[in-house]
């Protein structure tokens, strides 16, 4: 079993649809969890960053940490044809400085 | 540029020869990762530089993989004697503050072993 798992899809869903997309782990001990953006042939870029368990919300993107279920979650309000890309989840443990990702969900928008 | 650069873009390369992959990180930035992407995988970590001190090498896949960073900048990424499985996406990224999990990542090195 995987550190991290994420369902790689695709998800397919109207422009203007609430998206969500998760994450589940099995080691307690990661602290810091982030949310990346990788478009088609592109390097990821950071999206949303949290520390331990709560909401972060930024714009039309709100990322939810639940540690007692070891569960993550990235929303998208609004969705747009320009969100349509792999969004990867990671996590890193308290002390280490390397991120460990999940596979990435494909999402696709479609107008 | 101001971001993360790399080179080649793309290599296509005979199995058994051996390849590099340079990473030209922000400047400034102390801390410096090489991560793989595999078709329909996610980012697998290889190895990560910080500063002067010595490189945490835990995530490379066998000692045909090996990398450097000469004077805290420029880092290359040798695989010697290639197989057909180190075909992938080489990602290097580069931060200055490794607390908050932001990396900086370029476009990547797509490698095809033939």
């Known amino acids: 079993q995987k550190e991290v798992e994420q369902d790689p899809g695709p998800l397919s869903v109207p422009e203007g649809a609430i998206v969500s997309l998760n994450c589940t782990y099995s080691?307690?001990?990661?602290?810091?969890f982030m949310w990346y953006r990788q478009y088609s042939r592109k390097g990821p870029e950071l999206l949303m960053y949290?520390?331990?368990?709560g909401n972060k919300e930024d714009g039309r993107f709100t990322a939810q940490v639940d540690k007692s279920s070891k569960y993550i979650s990235l929303f998208i309000r609004d969705s747009q044809p320009s969100d349509s890309a792999t969004y990867l989840c990671?996590?890193?443990?308290?002390?280490?400085?390397?991120?460990?990702f999940g596979r990435g969900t494909s999402l696709i928008v479609h107008p | 540029g101001a971001g993360v650069s790399q080179s080649p873009s793309n290599k296509v390369t005979e199995k058994g020869k051996d390849v590099e992959l340079r990473c030209d990180p922000i400047?400034?930035?102390?801390?410096l990762y090489w991560y793989r992407q595999s078709l329909g995988q996610g980012l697998e970590f290889l190895i990560y530089?910080?500063?002067?001190?010595?490189?945490?090498k835990s995530g490379l896949p066998s000692d045909r993989f090996s990398a450097e960073r000469t004077g805290g900048s420029v880092s290359t990424l040798t695989i010697q004697r290639t197989q057909q499985e180190d075909s992938a996406v080489y990602l290097c990224?580069?931060?200055?503050?490794?607390?908050?999990?932001?990396?900086?990542f370029g476009e990547g090195s797509r490698l095809t072993v033939l």
């Open positions: 990224a580069s931060t200055r503050d490794t607390n908050t999990g932001e990396l900086f």
């Open positions: 080691n307690s001990a990661f602290q810091y």
């Open positions: 949290t520390y331990s368990s």
């Open positions: 990671a996590m890193s443990k308290g002390g280490s400085y390397i991120p460990t």
């Open positions: 400047s400034g930035h102390t801390a």
């Open positions: 530089f910080q500063g002067n001190s010595a490189p945490d």
